[in-house]
């Protein structure tokens, strides 16, 4: 007997729609916890057809193929040009998109999907059940080198083409958060067209169902957009129907911060979908403009550790490292008050997110001092890092070369000299630095996993992440039979008590093993001009969605 499956909603805030006249008290946003649920919201009269819209991107993601990338970007580009199966609505809750219905069977391994006719794609192409096929089997093909896509759908074994809009998904085990995973921007549906008879070609020329169109992409410039003629299947949760109102949007790479927030300012571009920080207040106070800054679900910024080599798979180390930096000093310094400070390894915005974990890891050079005593590293060399058997205590961080060093890394670099480590930051090119990553050539590295379910601690900590025949993110080298355990029984438990209980176990379990150091939660701040109106913020992600956004002539 099937049953039909819609999950509870999440915990996280959302907003149906925002207009530019919308009003976040500025002490909430400059504390970096603040968000828009409940700011009153002005209309901003009739929307007005037509017009491009000039946006600036702090970074360029290479690749426009979203199953090929993980890109921070991938967040907001792909709601220009792709739809997915099924959205996130306004309270969190699964909601129809391509997929009209769904039921899942009753051991949870079969999701058999009933798809919405009369979508196409730009490039005449239907979408059918095959086509849904053949996106799963894209996205999974080693020759994608998918490093997120592939891992959302992993449990995903084959499917069956029932009749032409029915798809039969067959998984190994049961993974309830399958439905979340489909709804991300990363996982968008492609032309089924595209993806049988030019692959090659979907990173510069990406085909899609969604409301714009690429007309044209020069990697590491721009992007432009064009309104796709006939688009008319939005999600309901944007409340609006038929084509975008915009008649393009072109995207252009600002990666320096003050000419990105100078260039906003002086209306050069009417949106930046990555403010600095150092920013916010001034931008905040213009009422000329709008400002947001959002959490993101999933894991927070964290220096991750690779237990894999020494002198991270020796506990103590950790542990002591982890005492030594003042997280709350760290995040005022780089965040200029709109960062979050945090001590675990999940979002406070992630549903089963455990109060009981905080106050655990805390700033204590005292305690840190001891525990590298007790490990050993008594000795002192003339720099005053810490030695053992004469060699230095050194952490070497590799990270994407830049005309300056990393701010994050440099904080780090002062905090945990005090207690003897010789943190050294390694720039390398970015393809240098993936083929580190992939081999494990590092003792440690600083980064951050959005994703809307909580099996980003699977995606992140399971021992089956670890890199090999398919890239893996778990790249702290966490393997734990314990944590292991937790983690599987988490993603097979329906929502609910028994998910609730495993997700908290594992993030004590994550303060017993110390796989790297929490530091702040994610962010997403974004600014536009109050000339653009009804611009709607992403379900899954805290970013900007421009269906239906207008600009006021």
Request: hydrophobic residues 35%; contains cysteine; proline residues 7%.
């Amino acid at each position: 007997m099937n049953v039909s499956v819609i999950p509870p909603a999440r915990n996280q805030r959302h907003l149906r729609r925002w207009t530019a006249s919308s009003v976040v008290a500025l002490t909430a946003l400059l504390s970096g916890c603040g968000g828009p649920a409940g700011s009153p919201s002005v209309a901003g009269g009739e929307p007005v057809a037509g017009g491009v819209l000039d946006v600036s991107i702090s970074a360029e993601p290479g690749c426009l193929d979203g199953h090929g990338i993980s890109a921070t970007q991938q967040q907001f580009l792909g709601r220009l040009i792709y739809d997915n199966v099924v959205t996130l609505d306004e309270n969190g809750e699964i909601a129809p998109y391509l997929a009209e219905s769904w039921d899942v069977s009753e051991d949870g391994r079969t999701y058999t999907f009933r798809l919405r006719q009369g979508v196409t794609f730009s490039d005449g192409s239907p979408w059918n059940a095959e086509v849904l096929r053949q996106n799963f089997e894209h996205m999974r093909d080693p020759a994608t080198k998918s490093p997120l896509a592939a891992a959302y759908i992993a449990p995903y074994v084959d499917g069956t083409v029932i009749d032409e809009y029915t798809f039969e998904a067959h998984l190994a085990h049961p993974y309830t958060p399958f439905l979340y995973t489909l709804a991300q921007s990363w996982l968008g549906m492609t032309s089924g067209k595209a993806i049988s008879e030019s692959p090659e070609t979907l990173c510069q020329k990406p085909i899609g169902t969604g409301p714009f169109t690429v007309a044209d992409y020069r990697p590491g410039q721009s992007i432009s957009y064009t309104k796709r003629d006939g688009y008319d299947w939005a999600p309901e949760w944007l409340d609006g129907d038929g084509e975008a109102l915009l008649d393009g949007v072109e995207v252009t790479l600002v990666s320096e911060p003050v000419i990105r927030h100078q260039s906003l300012v002086s209306g050069q571009y009417d949106l930046t979908e990555n403010l600095p920080p150092q920013n916010a207040a001034a931008v905040q106070a213009d009422p000329d403009f709008t400002y947001e800054n959002l959490p993101r679900t999933g894991s927070p910024y964290v220096l991750g550790f690779n237990l894999g080599r020494a002198p991270f798979d020796d506990l103590a180390v950790r542990q002591a490292f982890a005492a030594a930096v003042d997280t709350q000093a760290v995040t005022r310094s780089l965040g200029f008050g709109t960062y979050t400070p945090i001590d675990s390894f999940l979002s406070k915005e992630s549903k089963y997110y455990d109060p009981s974990v905080e106050g655990v890891l805390t700033h204590d050079p005292e305690r840190a001092a001891r525990l590298l005593d007790e490990a050993g590293w008594t000795g002192r060399d003339d720099e005053g890092f810490r030695t053992k058997d004469g060699k230095r205590l050194t952490v070497e961080v590799p990270t994407v070369e830049s005309s300056t060093p990393s701010p994050l890394l440099v904080q780090l670099q002062g905090e945990v000299r005090r207690v003897g480590f010789d943190l050294r930051i390694v720039q390398l090119p970015q393809a240098q630095l993936t083929e580190l990553r992939y081999a494990g050539d590092y003792d440690a590295l600083a980064g951050v996993w959005h994703t809307n379910t909580t099996d980003v601690l699977f995606i992140r900590y399971h021992s089956s992440e670890i890199t090999g025949e398919r890239i893996g993110q778990n790249s702290s080298y966490v393997n734990d039979p314990e944590l292991d355990a937790l983690l599987s029984t988490a993603r097979e438990a329906d929502d609910g008590p028994a998910a609730a209980e495993a997700y908290a176990n594992a993030q004590h379990r994550l303060l017993d093993l110390v796989p790297g150091v929490p530091l702040y939660e994610n962010p997403s701040q974004f600014a536009y001009a109050n000339t653009l109106h009804d611009v709607a913020v992403d379900t899954s992600h805290p970013v900007p969605v421009l269906t239906y956004a207008w600009k006021a002539e």
